[in-house]
């Protein structure tokens, strides 16, 4: 039966970030009552503040969509910050959400969490099917974590929970610092920036060859709100994506393009190229979404991106 969010109390924490913010903007555009948690008054990595939150803001749904995250350079840099603080999180969110009996926990995974090195798309059964790409492990096994508490406590505690595995976002509100930023915000910062200053070459990651899907984050924010609707297996993640696959160098010609960039791209293969291919397979996402798939194709949503970034340059660069 499709659960309806009008007048019903939704906590998403992570919602003041880069997905959440748009997925606020959805859940209250159904008739939802929205809390965000912020950090400075509950630090999540801890079960009081946990349940501080969930006391002070009872709800029927949680939607766990924080997560400290970001590209391969983060995940190099810092492997033990993404580790702890995505595992203690989400273990004090799904214990504080059993004890306060929140209703229905949304669990928003990621697809580093798939085995690294298997061919062809990610299906869901293929979840346990190898290790995790050494690149993006911490993170990866963190949220793979969450489906296994998620189905530990269903079991013990009766606890309603989905988790849903997210392909590569972008869009609007991303993280465009080097440091951190996946790679459609590390180009579109990369080719924007050459352009103006009118730069001979743009320096690109690795050797191109990869392959990867990109979901706009609007679409996502869609799909996550219609998948906490209608989906309800606690035992099989579902996959959030488009299904489509683009290598990094076809990606860096269209960021060039659309960005107007009229220079050179340089390769630098010392960088890391991470998994080889990264694309989910969306069969059960279309079944369980009654045939939605993501309105927005790679070349508008980079459209919009880049827009957006060139009229928000200065905050967008200053984001962590
Ligand atoms: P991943 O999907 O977890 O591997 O993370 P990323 O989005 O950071 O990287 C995806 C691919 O883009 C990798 O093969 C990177 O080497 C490549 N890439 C090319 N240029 C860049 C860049 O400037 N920044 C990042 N983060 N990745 C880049």
Redesign the pocket.
């Known amino acids: 039966m499709r659960f309806l969010f009008q007048d019903k109390r939704v906590t998403v924490t992570g919602g003041a970030g880069f997905l959440g913010r748009h997925l606020v903007r959805r859940l209250e555009s159904c008739g939802a009552h929205v809390f965000v948690p912020r950090r400075r008054d509950y630090n999540l990595t801890a079960l009081d503040a946990c349940l501080k939150c969930m006391l002070e803001h009872p709800c029927e749904v949680m939607i766990h969509c924080a997560a400290y995250y970001g590209?391969?350079?983060i995940n190099v840099a810092e492997p033990a910050n993404l580790y702890y603080t995505n595992l203690v999180m989400g273990a004090n969110l799904m214990e504080a959400a059993r004890l306060t009996k929140v209703g229905k926990v949304v669990n928003i995974g990621t697809a580093?969490s798939y085995p690294g090195y298997l061919e062809g798309e990610l299906k869901e059964d293929d979840l346990w099917a190898g290790a995790c790409h050494a690149?993006?492990v911490n993170y990866g096994l963190t949220k793979k974590m969450l489906a296994v508490q998620a189905q530990a406590y269903n079991k013990q505690y009766g606890l309603d929970a989905i988790h849903l595995i997210l392909t590569?976002l972008y869009g609007p509100g991303d993280s465009y610092n080097p440091d951190r930023?996946?790679?459609v915000a590390?180009?579109v910062r990369?080719f924007v920036e050459a352009e103006i200053a009118g730069a001979p070459t743009v320096e690109?990651?690795?050797t191109g060859t990869?392959v990867?899907e990109f979901i706009y984050v609007e679409d996502c924010a869609d799909a996550i709100v219609l998948a906490a609707q209608t989906y309800e297996d606690v035992a099989m993640p579902l996959n959030i994506g488009t299904g489509f696959g683009t290598t990094?160098r076809e990606l860096a010609e269209a960021v060039s393009v659309a960005a107007g960039y009229r220079g050179k791209i340089l390769w630098n293969a010392d960088?890391?190229?991470?998994?080889m291919k990264?694309v989910l397979d969306v069969t059960r996402m279309t079944n369980a979404l009654d045939g939605w798939k993501p309105p927005t194709d790679l070349a508008s949503g980079l459209a919009r991106t880049i827009a957006w970034y060139r009229d928000n340059k200065s905050e967008a660069d200053e984001k962590w």
């Open positions: 590209g391969i350079g580093c690149s993006v590569n930023s996946h790679v590390a180009l990369k690109v990651w690795g990869p990867r990094i960088k890391p190229d991470g998994a990264k």
